[in-house]
């Protein structure tokens, strides 16, 4: 059982378009981190986020922490094919948790 | 380059083989972690070390897998009498130290066994 469970698994998308992928637990994080990892290539931090509720902007993507420290949030706005990769979220309790990974594929 | 550095990037080995595989992590990084992930899915942490030692081996699968690390730098983990189901990629990570968040990854071995 994954202490982590990311929704979609799967997304294929226009380019333009916007989207919202989910990492949810039952277990509270001391924080929580969004990866993206390309083929052939090992995953690469994003954004770490600690305080329950807080938001951060990347250019284009959007990260919330839950107020309770236990789910997150990442929204896309205008994806372009560069996004194509499978996002993975963290959380981290003494350890790193990671979820299951959403694949996204946004085509041109 | 400065990253973390994994080798062989393919091993493909017969059922019943031992394997290693070695990271080379970023020079100065205490801390190092050996993760598994299968065709497209999450990461499964196997072991991490701070130094040379293994705080927490609680991820090895079974007794076939075992890692050291020599010296507060490379890292070898070994699968004796590989299985199939052993077959992933497995990744090797390293922090500043185990108190800090950030982990530089590898590009990741991918061991397929016959």
């Known amino acids: 059982t994954q202490l982590l469970e990311q929704s979609p698994q799967f997304l294929s998308i226009q380019e333009g378009e916007n989207l919202t992928v989910y990492c949810n637990s039952s277990?509270?994080?001391?924080?929580l981190q969004w990866y993206r990892q390309e083929p052939g290539e090992g995953p690469v931090l994003l954004v770490t986020v600690v305080t329950g509720g807080e938001v951060k902007k990347l250019k284009r993507l959007t990260f919330q922490f839950g107020d309770a420290r236990k789910d997150s949030s990442l929204h896309i706005t205008a994806a372009q094919p560069g996004d194509t990769g499978l996002y993975l979220c963290a959380g981290v309790f003494n350890k790193f948790y990671f979820g299951s990974g959403t694949k996204l594929n946004v085509k041109p | 380059g400065a990253g973390v550095s994994q080798s062989p990037s393919n091993k493909v080995t017969e059922k019943g083989k031992d394997v290693e595989l070695r990271c080379d992590p970023i020079?100065?990084?205490?801390?190092l972690y050996w993760y598994r992930q299968s065709l497209g899915q999450g990461l499964e942490f196997l072991i991490y070390?701070?130094?040379?030692?293994?705080?927490?081996k609680s991820g090895l699968p079974s007794d076939r897998f075992s890692a050291e690390r020599t010296g507060g730098s490379v890292s070898t983990l070994t699968i004796q009498r590989t299985q199939q189901e052993d077959s992933a990629v497995y990744l090797c990570?390293?922090?500043?130290?185990?108190?800090?968040?950030?982990?530089?990854f590898g590009p990741g071995t991918r061991l397929t066994v016959l």
């Open positions: 990570a390293s922090s500043l130290s185990a108190s800090s968040d950030t982990q530089y």
């Open positions: 020079s100065g990084h205490t801390a």
């Open positions: 277990s509270v994080f001391s924080s």
């Open positions: 070390f701070q130094g040379n030692s293994a705080p927490d």
